[in-house]
Every structure is written in C-alpha cells, then in structure tokens.
C-alpha cells in the first residue's frame, strides 16, 4: 500500500552517529508503530504512538528515540548508532479495531551500523 | 515476556501436501490473534484474522483458547505459498506483538 512511505531504504553509518529514519502515512491512522526486524527475534516492537504528541515504549525501546508533532509523521532516531541496531527497520499505521483492525507495512529500512 | 511463540523457524513442505505453521500466545486478557505474510519482495500484509473466521488463499486459523493456539492451516499447500508468515497479537494496551516467524518453502 503506497499510503505509508518509509525513507531511506537503506542507509549505512558508523557507530556513535545519530540516524533519523522517516515514516510518513497518508491515511490519518491515529496509531503508528516502529518494529525491527531480526533473524531469530521475527519482529519486535520499538515504539509506538497513539496520536500526535502520544508515544510510549514497546519491547526494545533502548537507544531509539522517536517524536510524533504531526500525525503522518512518526520518525526514529538513533541517537548514538550501535553495531547491534544493525537490522531492517519496518514502521507500520493501524486502521481500526476489532473485526476491522489491520497493520499496514512500510517497505522497510535496511539500516547497517559499521 | 514471550506472547506470541511460533516454534518453527523453517518449514518445508511438498507441492500439494497438507501444511500448518504453529504459533502459541501468552495473554492474560482477551488477545485478537492475527497471521501475516511477507512474500519474497513485497510488503508486511495481513493474510486474516481469528475475528474474521475467514478463509483467505485457502488458509485457516482456528484460535483454540484452552491451548492458547492459533495454528494457521492449509490442506494442500501451493509453490506460491512460499513467504514468511508471522504470527501477531494485538493485546488492550493497543500494541502490536509479533512471533519469531516461520519461514515456509513449497517444493515443486
């Protein structure tokens, strides 16, 4: 679904630098998510928003920061990159609950920290 | 804590034959339970949920509460059905948890 735009689609840095990863959805979905996605791990769940200005922890939230001012845009910054946030980065937008409920997937984000 | 366990990470099955993927939760409330595909080159996309009792590309999941199971199921299994499939939990918290993945291989 082109609704939701991840960039760059890859990106290479070095450890220590700061690398912000966008994500832009045009549906106006109120809830936003940020996952890695690693061999043997699946995917994990970074941060998440529930509307512009509202964001909260998941599972792995250390060295991530992420903002949320308008409700289309939910960037991820590492603010110190390390070798072990290396990984394919996938933001995601929820449409509904219920019966309805469905995650939709940006492209994803190879990101490699050397 | 683990929610959503799927054992397999690999599975391969023959062009026709029966295949299931397993995928085991731990919830203490009442979990909508999803399956997920990624297809070699494409996007993350919903293949259906437990609320939906539905049948889509002739799979199917039943969610079994006593066993907390959502094994996704097909009778006869097709060469396009090779992909990665995830299992997920959407939990009242409104988070989003997935499993470890099951990567599925048809072989001709």
């Known amino acids: 679904d082109a609704g939701i735009t991840q960039s760059p689609r890859y990106k290479i840095t070095e450890t220590g630098r700061q690398v912000t990863l966008m994500c832009h959805q045009t549906?106006?979905?109120?809830?936003m998510f940020w996952y890695r996605q690693d061999l043997g791990h699946g995917l994990r769940l970074i941060y998440y928003?529930?509307?512009?200005?509202?964001?909260d922890k998941g599972e792995v939230p250390d060295g991530y920061v992420v903002s949320r001012s308008k409700t289309e845009n939910f960037p991820l910054t590492l603010e110190s990159a390390t070798r072990s946030q290396t990984s394919v980065y996938f933001c995601?937008?929820?449409?509904?609950?219920?019966?309805?409920?469905?995650?939709?997937f940006g492209s994803g984000t190879q990101l490699s920290v050397l | 804590a683990q929610r959503v366990t799927q054992p397999e990470k690999l599975l391969s099955v023959f062009k026709g034959a029966p295949v299931e993927l397993k995928c085991n939760y731990s919830?203490?409330?009442?979990?909508?339970l999803f399956w997920y595909v990624q297809y070699s080159r494409q996007r993350l996309q919903l293949l259906l949920r437990?609320?939906s009792r539905e049948s889509i590309k002739g799979f199917t999941a039943d969610l079994n509460k006593g066993e907390t199971s959502f094994h996704l199921k097909k009778p006869f299994a097709q060469e396009e059905d090779s992909a990665m499939y995830y299992c997920?939990?959407?939990?009242?918290?409104?988070?989003?948890?997935f499993g470890t993945g099951t990567s599925l291989t048809v072989i001709p």
């Open positions: 995601a937008s929820r449409r509904g609950t219920g019966a309805n409920e469905k995650l939709f």
């Open positions: 928003s529930a509307a512009a200005d509202i964001t």
């Open positions: 919830y203490s409330g009442s979990p909508e």
């Open positions: 997920a939990l959407s939990g009242t918290g409104n988070q989003f948890y």
């Open positions: 437990h609320i």
């Open positions: 549906w106006s979905h109120s809830y």
